[in-house]
């Protein structure tokens, strides 16, 4: 049984869909391979057809009541539900028949106990009974067991084990291991080295431009996403790491073209309408960022882990729009959702605030306090939201104690600050408060003070360059 997208495309296994379908059409029945039946219930399963995929699950189960594929399915479907003793029952009857596939399954069911350590000693027990010319696979295997959990150290441990091991197989997973330790400069190198094995690969592209992504490199990421949408032009995935990283360098109006290019190969995902928004709203196109939002909400199940973003954007949106009260009704959908509900609160008061509605503005960071028990990053966000709605005078005088009485590896607000002393004229304050928020906190600093300065200064340049500023003059 395989999740594999590309065993889903092949010819083979699009024969086996087309010959069980037909035969499921025609009401005639037909006999097939138990395992072959497992992968096409994953295959119905991987498309969200969970009751085609349970049929084709149970028959072949009713085929063949000891084949590992159906058991092993059915394991995974009870370890989905965190059944963790019937998970075990179905890898005691895989027991028997694939001991190996049972031991993976059952130290898989461990790591999803988050009895991590236990996991990896049944692993290396294991060890020492597997045959030197099956090792590597072994190594593999439960390497990708942990990698698939996030663990990503004992990933690592374990890749380590290849010995040598020189093939594309462990130098991919050893990068996307270290791109999960946030190693992604080494990630990177690897990625590139694979990429001369096989330069048409859209996956190690799309690899190579996420790791580039996250060390905020965006331009490269830009011409590696390029790359992988000349291969393959449809690919999702190409697509939308090309609208992301412009997005990031702050092109709206490419990176919405990109994200309308993403909704039209995924028509429903919330995702694609999601960030059509958020580049609208950058763009000052508020009408019809409401409409993509509402479409992102109306293509969001329940369960979307966007929903929460979608509702904020859409007050916003009402909020610009100046219709407070709908904004807030979006404020007001959260609150049954599984989200900071103090962060909610705080941008509930600054849309009030933003629409002159000061009492109910102060009630709504009250709330927000107390829901925290006036957390720093709370009172901080409250005092942002002071200085954005143009209570700069408020917004100096509660920032400076706060910073004052800050502790000492306290690194945030500083920036902010700085744009109070800049607009109260107080000089010698705001290149203080510059060098601090530099300091302090680089990335802060670049993106509340970077618009003062010239494009791709680095923040621990800021403050020379205005003292020098400031002797010209």
């Given at each position: 049984m395989t999740d594999n997208e590309e065993y889903f495309k092949s010819k083979g296994f699009q024969k086996l869909l087309k010959q069980y379908e037909a035969s499921v059409k025609s009401g005639q029945p037909i006999y097939m391979d138990a395992d072959d039946l497992a992968d096409i219930a994953d295959y119905y399963q991987y498309n969200g057809k969970?009751?085609?995929?349970?049929?084709?699950?149970?028959?072949?189960?009713?085929y063949?009541?000891?084949?590992?594929?159906?058991?092993?399915?059915?394991?995974?479907e009870a370890l989905s539900r965190r059944d963790f003793?019937?998970?075990?029952?179905?890898?005691?009857?895989?027991?028997?028949?694939?001991h190996l596939e049972a031991l993976?399954?059952?130290?898989?069911?461990l790591i999803a106990e988050e009895k991590v350590e236990e996991a990896d000693e049944l692993f290396r027990e294991q060890m020492k009974e597997i045959e030197s010319d099956e090792l590597m696979d072994y190594v593999y295997d439960v390497a990708s067991l942990f990698f698939d959990y996030n663990c990503f150290n004992k990933a690592f441990e374990w890749v380590a084990r290849s010995q040598g091991d020189d093939s594309d197989d462990f130098k991919e997973l050893m990068a996307r291991t270290l791109f999960g330790l946030g190693k992604y400069k080494d990630s990177e190198r690897i990625f590139n080295e694979l990429i001369d094995h096989d330069p048409y690969s859209t996956r190690y592209w799309i690899a190579l431009a996420s790791a580039q992504f996250m060390n905020e490199d965006y331009q490269s990421a830009i011409t590696s996403s390029e790359y992988a949408i000349a291969i393959d032009p449809n690919d999702p995935d190409s697509v939308l790491s090309k609208a992301n990283s412009l997005y990031n360098l702050e092109n709206y109006e490419s990176a919405l073209t990109y994200y309308q290019r993403y909704s039209q190969i995924l028509e429903?995902?919330?995702f694609g309408y999601l960030h059509q928004g958020t580049c609208l709203v950058n763009l000052g196109r508020f009408e019809e960022a409401a409409k993509v939002l509402q479409q992102a909400e109306k293509l969001a199940n329940g369960d979307s882990p966007y929903m929460t973003e979608i509702y904020q954007e859409l007050s916003f949106t009402f909020s610009e729009l100046h219709d407070p009260d709908r904004a807030v009704s979006y404020i007001d959908k959260t609150k049954d959702l599984d989200c900071d509900h103090v962060n909610m609160e705080i941008i509930r008061g600054h849309i009030l605030l933003a629409n002159k509605r000061s009492q109910e503005a102060e009630e709504a960071f009250k709330k927000a306090l107390k829901l925290c028990n006036n957390a720093p990053h709370a009172i901080l966000r409250i005092?942002?939201?002071?200085?954005?709605?143009?209570?700069?005078?408020?917004?100096?005088?509660?920032l400076k104690p706060f910073l004052k009485h800050a502790k000492a590896n306290w690194k945030d607000g500083y920036?902010?600050?700085?744009?109070?002393?800049?607009?109260?004229?107080?000089?010698?304050?705001?290149?203080?408060?510059?060098?601090?928020g530099s300091e302090k906190n680089p990335k802060e600093a670049r993106l509340v003070l970077g618009f003062l300065f010239p494009e791709g200064m680095k923040p621990s340049e800021y403050y020379d360059y205005l003292v020098k500023k400031f002797e010209h003059r």
């Open positions: 969970m009751a085609d995929a349970d049929a084709a699950i149970n028959l072949a189960l009713e063949n009541p000891d084949a590992v594929g159906p058991l092993l399915y059915k394991a995974r003793d019937n998970a075990r029952a179905y890898a005691e009857r895989m027991e028997a028949v694939d993976y399954f059952k130290g898989e069911i429903d995902d919330e005092i942002v939201s002071l200085y954005d709605n143009h209570y700069v005078y408020p917004a100096y005088l509660l920036s902010y600050m700085a744009l109070c002393c800049m607009d109260l004229h107080k000089k010698k304050e705001f290149l203080q408060y510059v060098k601090l």
